[in-house]
């Protein structure tokens, strides 16, 4: 049992890679650490929080602060090393400064995980002090940096939220690749920050104001743990209450996914946009920016309940393999990529809407949590997961 748990983190991101279909299979939860940690990591979590607001507020100088944080990363790295994960301090650009990356090699279901990412690229660090700013778990694309959550090391299993992160590092990973079209359609990101109130049409929860369609795959593989979750212990509230939260965003990502893409093809069909070429060294793609800006005219297609007339325009980032872009980039020439493209990614969307459905109808009135409704839930998840599975591989084939 300690063994088949033992490979369970590094397994997921193996299984995702090569056989996306059988992700669920291997989600099992491990107990990851031999003794409990809680206290000391919560403690230096707290420690580092401290000391980033003190620093942050003027209260000790930047040196000092800087001083005492390296101190706490030791301590962290000797905490660390108790349960067996070998890991090293490292400095950071982004949400953090520093880190302790956990270093591949050792028994370890993290070093494993470790090991098995480092091929790709992709570090695993432990940054408390975000826990203690409330983010939980994250995937940062830029640095290709994979964050694990406070629950997967004190809760010493794999969480909920980890899962999800491991399945946003893997569609990264996957849109770089050649036959990786299905996830550089999912790769796109869409902003509406200059939209009414700031928000992307018919969206109504916190990712108003911008979101990658990556979300949507990453929250079908957090929800399958979830549903493990109450499988487990059907009272979970925290669980049944997350899992009602995915059923709403699932719905929410592809609704507001398909009536943004209406939008923007509208305008990209009569030239009424502005692009940005940006070139990707590493992997070789190529993100074109296309930023609609458009008083008024595009007002209607928003609700009547979210019409506003300082409507300016939404922004979409969209990612090509660079053969796929022609060599002249004017707006003309980019117009039958971005139409093509749009049209690639609203069928996904199609694709997913009826499902999206279903598990926000199973999910959203789930006071008691029987076993038809899990079945039921787990019905749609298997579904969700044989319909990506199958438009995936027909694009491969394509
Ligand atoms: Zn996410």
């Known amino acids: 049992m300690v063994t088949a748990q033992r490979t369970v983190l590094a397994g997921l991101f193996s299984a995702l890679m090569f056989t996306p279909s059988t992700g669920l299979a291997v989600l099992a939860c491990s107990d990851i650490f031999k003794d409990p940690l809680d206290a000391a990591l919560v403690s230096i979590a707290d420690q580092l929080h401290s000391n980033w607001l003190m620093s942050t507020y003027g209260l000790i100088g930047k040196d000092s602060a800087k001083a005492h944080e390296l101190e706490l990363m030791a301590d962290l790295q000797k905490t ?55 983010t939980l778990g994250g995937y940062d694309t830029a640095i290709k940096v994979l964050f694990v959550d406070k629950e997967t090391i004190v809760g010493r299993k794999t969480s909920a939220i980890m899962a999800h992160e491991l399945r946003h590092a893997y569609t990264h990973a996957r849109a770089d690749m050649s036959d990786g079209l299905y996830e550089r359609l999912f790769s796109t ?19 108003n104001q911008f ?7 990453a929250h079908r593989q957090s929800a399958a743990l979830l549903l493990r979750t109450l499988r487990r212990n059907p009272s979970d509230k925290e669980a049944r209450d997350q899992l009602r939260a995915h059923g709403e965003r699932f719905k929410e990502f592809v609704e507001s ?67 796929e872009v022609p060599p002249s980039r004017t707006s003309r020439s980019l117009r039958p990529l971005l139409i093509d493209r749009i049209d690639a990614i609203a069928t996904e969307l199609e694709a997913i809407h009826p499902v999206a459905l279903k598990f926000f109808e199973n999910t959203k009135s789930m006071r008691t949590v029987t076993e038809k409704r899990l079945f039921a839930i787990e019905e749609n998840l298997r579904e969700f997961a044989q319909t990506t599975t199958q438009r995936r591989k027909g694009l491969q084939e394509r």
């Open 80 to 134: 660390l090393k108790r349960s067996g994960l070998k890991g090293r301090s490292i400095e950071l650009e982004g949400e953090v400064e520093s880190a302790v990356e956990i270093l591949p090699g050792g028994l370890h279901p993290l070093s494993k995980l470790a090991d098995s990412l480092s091929g790709r690229g992709i570090r695993v660090a432990v940054a408390p002090q975000l826990w203690a700013r409330d």
């Open 189 to 207: 990101i869409l902003v509406g920050f200059k939209t009414p109130r700031g928000n992307l049409p018919g969206s109504i929860s916190e990712y």
């Open 257 to 323: 996914g398909l009536e943004t893409l209406a939008l923007l093809r509208h305008e990209i069909e009569s030239l009424a946009f502005k692009h940005n070429v940006v070139e990707i060294t590493e992997g070789g793609m190529v993100r074109i920016e296309v930023e609609i800006a458009k008083p008024g005219i595009i007002r209607r297609f928003f609700r009547a309940d979210q019409q506003d007339p300082n409507v300016v325009g939404l922004t979409a980032r969209l990612l090509f393999s660079r053969d």
């Open 211 to 217: 979101f990658s369609l990556d979300e949507i795959l």
